[in-house]
């Protein structure tokens, strides 16, 4: 179901309004974690200042260590709820659990699939079984193929606002966080009809790779970019060395609107 053999037109997902995979690239941008309403309600204002819709936030935050902060999860979602209503954005948000994906329904505008948990089958079962935008991440370690069956896990059950999100593979390289498989992109435009997102947070886990890893993946044809936005990244409660401060994102975006990267308002 996801191949483009059987279905040779692109597939635009409609994000509350926002259509993915129209052909106009456009940004995902958000905290990693969701912090609180100020936080939130701080970056969604100038996200929508520079013409960006679609405001991410994790709430159930899948860490390595278990010490880790593991996100404000329903309450999380509450406050994108009510910044997505008081900014008029969408909101995107990982669930990492079956039994919460009914309950995410009334929050989000996307559920998020998390890498960790890209062969979560029942998990891929549970988002395919509704028809809300599915954003599904790559596996640390999955190859192509194994990422387009987990997509067709979802389609299979019905769903088909599905886009698939490149956000970096392991490999021996230790310069990068992750190794973002620029190629992946391409590959994955020509195998399927679905929208393709790369996320050059968690990919490079670098804040000085954001900008030409954006500009790279908007050049070999994502359909949209994900980035990681803090009001103070010094004090963040996950992923501080990576996010971007409000004036580093808007110095982001005017520098692919620049190369003419980025339409306008987008
Ligand atoms: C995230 O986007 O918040 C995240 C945890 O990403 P990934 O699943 O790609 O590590
Ligand atoms: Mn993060």
Do not use: W
């Not at 191949?3 to 690239?25: A, F, L, M």
């Not at 990492?96 to 699939?113: H, K, R, S, W």
């Not at 019905?158 to 190629?183: F, H, K, P, Q, V």
């Not at 990244?233 to 980025?262: C, G, K, W, Y």
């Amino acid at each position: 179901l996801v191949s483009r053999k059987k279905h040779p037109d692109n597939t635009v997902v409609s994000v509350k309004n926002e259509p993915i995979g129209d052909g106009i690239q456009r940004i995902i941008a958000g905290p990693c974690s969701v912090e609180s309403e100020e936080q939130v309600f701080t970056v969604a204002e100038a996200l929508k200042e520079r013409g960006v819709n679609l405001l991410r936030g994790g709430a159930y935050k899948p860490r390595s260590s278990p010490y880790d902060f593991q996100g404000l999860g329903l309450e999380g979602l509450k406050i994108l709820k009510k910044a997505g209503e008081r900014f008029d954005m969408a909101v995107i948000s990982e669930i990492v659990t079956p039994g919460d994906v009914e309950t995410a329904l009334d929050y989000l505008d996307v559920i998020q699939i998390g890498a960790r948990n890209m062969q979560n089958f029942e998990l891929l079962k549970e988002v395919g079984s509704t028809n809300k935008p599915v954003l599904l991440k790559r596996g640390l370690s999955a190859t192509i193929s194994e990422f387009m069956q987990a997509a067709e896990y979802v389609m299979s059950r019905g769903n088909t606002n599905l886009m698939l999100c490149e956000r970096g593979i392991r490999t021996y390289e230790t310069a990068t966080r992750n190794t973002l498989d620029i190629s992946a992109i391409p590959i994955l435009k020509q195998e399927t009809h679905l929208p393709v997102l790369a996320d050059v947070t968690h990919s490079t886990g670098r804040r000085d790779l954001l900008l030409p890893a954006a500009k790279a993946a908007l050049a070999i044809g994502a359909d949209a970019v994900m980035a990681e936005v803090h009001p103070d990244p010094a004090v963040a409660l996950s992923d501080s060395a990576q996010q971007m401060d409000i004036e580093q994102f808007n110095h982001f975006i005017d520098t692919l609107r620049d190369a003419q990267l980025l339409k306008d308002g987008v």
